[in-house]
């Protein structure tokens, strides 16, 4: 599959506006690891290579362990290998990923507001948010992996 074109330079402006995001995202309380949790879930969801690629590669960086990153689509059967936070973390990345299906579904938000305010919550939101936004954006436009 090859590329089809740079949406950086054919979009700039909305380009330079997900940019924007991201560098809001860098103030949120969401670790690195973190972070890289809710890119890696939804970009398996969404099929997305090119973004797995990158943000398994960042994960390992940041010291995320290969068994975490391995075991992430079956998270819910390995709850010993992630936390009570980032497991509702996670949940919410999915249900934002799959918003069709019923969106953040009440169950979930109600177990996020029991561990983190509303700003922490947004943060999680607006993190898989981007990553949707990327995924999208890097399938459309066939952006080669490790590109």
């Known amino acids: 599959m090859s590329a089809r074109f740079n949406m950086a330079t054919v979009h700039s402006a909305a380009y330079k ?9 860098q103030n949120s309380f969401l670790s690195p ?29 940041y010291g995320e362990t290969p068994q975490r990153i391995f075991l992430l689509n079956a998270w819910r059967e390995a709850t010993e290998l992630y936390t009570e936070e980032e497991q509702i973390i996670i949940a919410i990345a999915e249900e934002i990923t799959l918003i069709s299906q019923k969106g953040l579904s009440e169950e979930t938000y109600q177990k996020a507001k029991a561990l983190f305010s509303e700003s922490q919550i947004a943060d999680i939101i607006m993190a898989a948010v981007s990553i949707n936004m990327w995924n999208r954006i890097a399938i459309s436009t066939h952006l080669p992996v490790g590109g």
């Open 33 to 61: 690891i973190q972070k890289e949790l809710i890119k890696i879930r939804a970009s398996q969801i969404n099929g997305c290579a090119f973004c797995l690629d990158m943000h398994t590669k960042d994960a390992l960086k």
């Open 17 to 25: 506006a997900g940019i924007g995001m991201e560098a809001a995202l």
